[in-house]
């Protein structure tokens, strides 16, 4: 079987480097996608309170018959809950809805800059990790200011940044100052949310190395370092999107991608973006 490479968190936490990712995924859904993606192989799944779909992640998790220690399961805080009294009945109720006894790794998903208090919401996931119930807190779609107020103002730095990378959004300042500060940055949308597949320079390269264009893609994220879960309901996909590990890019292709780069999002700009769903 396939032995994906794990990352060492700044918290000693291993999380796996390639995972699946669940946003999107009807609730009706998720449990036989996740059950797929755990049969594949996967063993890192990507969910958030805000995709309505932690109980179905849970129940694949709790009845694969695989051990909860085997699995990194992240979820999200929802952008409605950064009140720190609210941020911790939303977590409860995350811990709840997914009933696999703990989290790896707890997020705030968007900095919400218009609320405004995401220092005091940080604060309320250091509270949390006190508690035992999850192993790693982290941050979502942060920038590099929003980042600099947590390292300033609080006691913890945060073990990733999830943020939207792809071919055509490479990052590169984000990427380096979470480096910089031993923050990983994970990957969001890692096929721009699929638009990727038609593109014309991975395509020659993916037929030059005899991959798919996804493959080709998700390796170069795999090459550069980043965690990444892309998201699939169909099975030969959630397969393809796994056997990233029985080939190499060369660096001049991983170059040509990251050429690619038009900083073009296909989600909001979290310095805009204070939506409460
Ligand atoms: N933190 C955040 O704010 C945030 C925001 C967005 C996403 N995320 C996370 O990132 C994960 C991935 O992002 P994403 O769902 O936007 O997009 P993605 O993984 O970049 O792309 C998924 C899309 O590509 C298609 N696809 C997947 N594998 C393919 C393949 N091998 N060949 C052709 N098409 C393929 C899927 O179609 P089918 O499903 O129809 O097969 C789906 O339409 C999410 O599930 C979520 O966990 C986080």
Known sequence: MTTIPTI??????????????????????????????????????????????EVGVGEAVRESGIDRSEIFVTSKLNNGFHDPADAMVAFEKTISDLNIGYLDL?????????????????????????????????????????????????GTVPSVDQIEVHPYLT????????????????????????????????????????????????RWHIQRGDVIFPKSVTRSRIEENFRLFDFELAEADILAISALNRDERTGPNPDEFNWIP
């Open 8 to 53: 060492t968190l700044n918290d000693g936490v291993e999380i796996p480097q390639l995972g699946f990712g669940v946003w999107q995924v009807p609730p009706a859904e998720v449990k036989v996608a996740t059950q797929v993606a755990l049969e594949v192989g996967y063993r890192h799944i990507d969910t958030a309170e805000m995709y309505g779909n």
């Open 171 to 218: 990052q590169e300042p984000l990427r380096a100052f979470n480096a910089q500060h031993s923050i990983v940055t994970e990957a969001w949308s890692p096929l721009a949310s699929g638009k990727i597949i038609g593109d014309p320079t991975i395509a020659a390269i993916a037929e030059r190395v005899g991959k798919s264009v996804a493959q080709v893609t998700l």
């Open 106 to 154: 707890f997020l705030i998903h968007w900095p919400m800059p218009a609320v405004g208090n995401f220092v005091d919401t940080w604060k309320a996931l250091e509270a949390m990790k006190a508690t035992g119930k999850v192993r790693s807190i982290g941050v979502s779609n942060f920038h590099a200011p929003h980042l600099q107020r947590l390292l300033d103002e609080t």
